[in-house]
């Protein structure tokens, strides 16, 4: 098979994977009504929480995650042994910058997709679970500072939004002042600028409206409320 071909297939798959409307169809399926006419109306796993309770947000957090990690980890392994069609300039094998490729193509089909009117979620489960294949430490670095944030604040979409500023601030800080060895460096940085940018703007919306004080809160979250009901 032609090597543009293949690239095509694997980044079309890894968007199609990507952009499977978990709570939507969680919602229709057992529930009986669209989670996007409920709630904030968005079909992240953060309204899921809210509307559907625990059990099922934790359900449509974790595929949301795992539609990442299916990008990087399968979709993109059928380009195993291939020769991609334009010159690789980066340090990166070939593989490595086609499960880079895969990754964003799954968190843009997250963010819109086609089977709900080219719209979507945040996009930051299914960054996370492309992460998890690619930069594993950097996931440890910005789920701390999400649990973190969303524990003292309660805002979800606050801790969403600095985990996604933290993710090529990790990066930098472990290369530039811990001078960690990182394999193409000056390459992945910028990927990773480039994906806290879209996952910040899909938060556009939450921004405006954290800087109004009207954002919704999860008081249940917050630290301060779990010590109390101890």
Known sequence: ???IIRLIIVTVLSFLAGSLPTAVIISRRFFGFDIRERGSGNMGSTNAFRVLGVKWGLAVQIIDIVKGVLAVTVIAYFFVGVQIPF???TPFQDITLVRVICGIA????HIWSPWVGWKGGKGINTAAGMLIGVAPVEVAVIFSIFLITVGISGYVS???????MALPTTMAVRYNIFHVDIEGYHTIVFMLIGLSLLVIYAHRQNIQRLLEGNENKFENLRLVNILKKK
């Open 106 to 109: 799954a968190v843009m089909g």
């Open 158 to 164: 606050l801790g969403s939004i600095l985990a996604a």
């Open 87 to 89: 010159p690789n300039y």
């Open 1 to 3: 098979m032609d090597p």
